[in-house]
């Protein structure tokens, strides 16, 4: 991660926009709140009991049909990228989103409302540095069944071509450029989403584009349209006959803003899809015929180059530190004994974190059975590994952790990107991301052998008391 002397941003004022999903066709009430630095963008539900949050990262991305949807614990938050666009073309890090429903309204198809109203209440700076994550290799994603390519380069500042070609004289070859030096509002803000109209038929069949209007999209027809065809499309919009029209090409004569909009609002997206690694990036980026899919597998290859190559996110041991707790201490706080103990001491306790050490060894009796002649740790006992340790940061300030036992209630996102063998350290971290309610607590697990990840994963426990006690 490279810093770049600027100051993080957050809006001044409360805002609030209202109006209709795209494809639930729900009437939604959106405000943004000003946030503290480091928040970065978070969705917050104030029509779900406990108002559940979803921080706007690639990691809870869940659908990407026709836009980028969050999901978290079974709570979505579907058409985000125009609201994360507009939020990153006019550098705005910190900010809260409440919803009191599901999805982010379509408007007019375009984040020109959001950047219109971010600018009438004003943009401040605050305390803390904005934080700018660089390439450091070019990284590529390609998708050849559908002819898309997206290919991120190093470089030293922020710039993105798009290019379409959707094999149709209605709409043609287009290209889009945009750098971080451009006029987001003039360039970019204004364009809409498109479609093609042989596809709403298709996507009202999938239950989508409920809130679709000729209003807030450029409908582009490729076809000669009969009397049939137009009787069909005054019911699908519910609009008098007489007054739908093709004009070149588009429907109901909605004029371009450019001649390129299509090529543009893709750039937009990209750009929406693009921050939920989390941050600032400088590259440049080159994207052909990119989608939703596409974008945000790419954004994940980029947050793993970033996860990989940050140093600064490595838990480091020395051996010669003195434990937080030893061995006969984490016993105190764990039932678990031979041969299930895996972890042989806590190194580092913070208020959210901790670290424990698993040294591996030869002796180990799963090696006896688990590839005795390639020995490899098992990966469930590197989530157990992870467990126990999180169980030490929960029961560590129960007043009698012995009456308590944490159990697994939900596992997630597991990766395992290494082998791990005898000889290995294992270097444990483990961060709160929601705190203990009622008797659930959630983590983020990552394990360490040097500076190479091995695994991950994303854990929900209970702690319940013993039922002798």
Not at 57 to 69: A, H, Q
Not at 142 to 147: A, Q
Not at 405 to 415: L, M, P, R, W
Request: glycine content about 8%; proline content about 4%; charged content about 25%.
């Amino acid at each position: 991660m490279h810093t770049v002397m600027e100051k993080q941003t957050t809006i001044k004022d409360k805002i609030q926009l209202c109006g209709k999903g795209l494809h639930t066709g729900h009437n939604v009430r959106v405000t943004l709140l000003p946030a503290t630095t480091d928040c970065g963008v978070v969705f917050r539900r104030v029509d779900i009991e406990g108002t559940p949050e979803i921080p706007a990262l690639v990691t809870y991305v869940g659908d990407t049909s026709r836009g980028t949807t969050l999901h978290k614990n079974g709570v979505r938050i579907a058409t985000i990228e125009h609201l994360l666009s507009a939020l990153t073309g006019l550098n705005v890090d910190n900010v809260i989103v409440e919803l009191d429903g599901d999805e982010v309204p379509i408007l007019d198809g375009s984040p020109r409302f959001w950047v219109e109203e971010i600018k009438k209440v004003g943009i401040i700076e605050q305390e803390a540095e904005r934080k700018y994550y660089t390439l450091k290799e070019t990284i590529c994603y390609r998708d050849t069944d559908n002819n898309i390519e997206i290919i991120g380069v190093p470089a030293d500042d922020f710039k993105v071509q798009t290019f379409i070609n959707y094999n149709t004289k209605v709409l043609g070859e287009q290209i889009a450029n945009y750098s971080e030096a451009d006029d987001y509002e003039k360039e970019l803000s204004r364009c809409r989403t498109f479609v093609f109209l042989h596809e709403i038929e298709y996507l009202q069949k999938l239950n989508l584009i409920k809130g679709g209007d000729v209003d807030n999209a450029l409908i582009f027809v490729n076809k000669e349209l009969n009397q049939e065809d137009l009787n069909r499309l005054a019911g699908l919009f519910n609009k008098d006959i007489t007054k739908i029209e093709v004009k070149e090409g588009i429907l109901n004569n909605v004029q371009k803003h450019y001649e390129n909009e299509p090529a543009r609002h893709k750039l937009l997206d990209f750009i929406g899809d693009l921050s939920l690694i989390g941050g600032r990036i400088k590259g440049h980026f080159y994207a052909s015929c990119p989608g939703h899919k596409s974008n945000v597998e790419f954004a994940k290859l980029v947050k793993n180059h970033i996860d990989m190559s940050d140093n600064s996110k490595i838990p480091t041991y020395d051996p010669n530190q003195k434990p937080v707790y030893d061995i006969n201490q984490i016993k105190g706080l764990l039932p678990h004994r031979y041969p299930f103990l895996m972890i042989d001491k806590i190194v580092e306790v913070g208020e959210d974190y901790i670290i424990g050490i698993k040294n591996v060894t030869g002796n180990e009796a799963y090696f006896q059975g688990h590839f005795p002649d390639q020995p490899v740790m098992p990966g469930v006992l590197q989530i157990e590994a992870m467990a126990q340790t999180g169980g030490v940061l929960v029961l560590k300030d129960v007043p009698d952790p012995e009456n308590y036992s944490t159990y697994f209630a939900k596992i997630d996102d597991v990766k395992f990107r290494g082998k791990v063998v005898p000889g290995d350290t294992l270097i444990i971290k483990l961060k709160v991301t929601e705190p203990l309610r009622r008797t659930f607590v959630k983590m983020d697990g990552e394990i360490y052998v040097g500076n190479t990840m091995v695994s991950s994963a994303s854990m929900m426990a209970q702690v319940i008391k013993n039922k002798n006690n």
